[in-house]
């Protein structure tokens, strides 16, 4: 696949798709099911949980502990 990022990838899951953008994205979209690391802060990263609701509480629109 003909994708190479130059930005650092945040992600701190090993993983060899770090920095291949595409690549980390089609992954989610066809096996994960959730949202690639880049997306969260570093403290949502760490939590692992690439639900679309933890990036909502992540990143303010969910207030913390709701779902
Ligand atoms: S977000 Fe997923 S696919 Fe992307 S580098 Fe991390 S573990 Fe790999």
Do not use: Q, Y
């Amino acid at each position: 696949m003909a994708c190479n990022n130059t930005r650092p990838c945040p992600c701190t899951v090993d993983c060899p798709r770090h920095g291949i953008c595409c690549a980390c994205v089609a992954h989610h979209r066809d096996h994960e099911g959730g949202i690639p690391g880049c997306f969260f802060s570093k403290e949502g990263e760490a939590t692992w949980d690439r639900s679309l609701e933890n990036l909502a509480r992540d990143r303010g629109i969910l207030p913390s502990g709701e779902n």
